[in-house]
């Protein structure tokens, strides 16, 4: 054992006497960790809202459509964009020159025939070929079925009490009640850690596992280059003719790279919890 650790220690001491040698293998991980880092975005701010523009037009103005309008406001998947100047013609072309991912417009007299169970058809502008479209196309109908669901539900209680005027109420309970519901499906993607996704940090903390993955290759690569540079500098020889054996010699030099893998992994580790 102790032949293993004179050749570990002569390693380490030739490899770090060198400074430039020292600053590749102490300091570049953390370099490359940013370098890569903000290859990928690492500086980057994240999008304010990241959600698909929708343009939207109610040209009924009820209170039903209201009710619609903040069920559709609510979406994950895209964002309201409204202007009272716009028509269907203009957010036709629009969603043609994908200024918009889609649009929606509510007709009129949609307030008056959803109680009814019969409500007008709302006009949905998008390509359903695409995944896009389809996503917000699947996002809008969520959203109509919701409104229609909360106004049978309504409806049952309004014909119950007897009370035509408890409508507008049970309708508001019920669409209260889908903002808390009793049964909730989280979807976690990418960093279930708890970073948020697309931001700076988050690229920066995914980085720092690849550095350690390359620098042990690295690591390997290196101890083959000290074999080789042994052999032709004649150490390897010199070194065959002491009582280290064969065995010994391998292990002296790899023990060396696993001590600076060793030295890189907790720098990386070190600088990942407490600066990234």
């Avoid at 309970?173 to 909730?184: C, F, G, I, T, Y």
């Amino acid at each position: 054992m102790n032949r293993i650790f004179d050749i570990m220690l002569k390693d380490l001491r030739e490899l770090l006497r060198n400074r430039m040698t020292f600053l590749f293998f102490l300091l570049m991980p953390i370099l490359f960790t940013f370098l890569f880092g903000a290859a990928f975005g690492g500086f980057n701010k994240p999008a304010g809202d990241a959600r698909l523009p929708v343009g939207f037009i109610d040209q009924d103005n009820s209170a039903l459509s209201g009710h619609l309008k903040e069920l559709l406001s609510a979406s994950t998947v895209f964002r309201l964009v409204e202007e009272q100047a716009w028509s269907e013609t203009d957010l036709q072309e629009k969603v043609t020159s994908e200024d918009l991912a889609a649009a929606i417009v509510i007709p009129a007299g949609y307030g008056q025939t959803a109680p009814a169970g019969t409500p007008h058809r709302l006009v949905l502008i998008v390509d359903t070929t695409s995944v896009t479209g389809q996503t917000i196309q699947n996002d809008c109908l969520a959203a109509a079925g919701r409104l229609m669901d909360a106004v049978r539900t309504a409806r049952i209680v309004a014909a119950v009490s007897g009370d035509s005027a408890s409508f507008d109420s049970a309708l508001a309970n019920s669409l209260a009640a889908w903002q808390d519901p009793p049964v909730r499906v989280d979807v976690t993607t990418g960093a279930a850690a708890g970073i948020e996704q697309g931001s700076g940090t988050a690229t920066f903390a995914h980085t720092s596992p690849g550095m350690m993955l390359q620098f042990a290759i690295a690591g390997l690569l290196t101890c083959a280059q000290i074999l080789v540079s042994e052999r032709k500098s004649r150490c390897l020889q010199r070194l065959l003719t002491t009582t280290a054996s064969r065995v010994q010699i391998l292990l002296g030099h790899y023990l060396a790279i696993v001590s600076l893998l060793l030295a890189q992994f907790l720098i990386l580790i070190v600088f990942g919890q407490v600066v990234l």
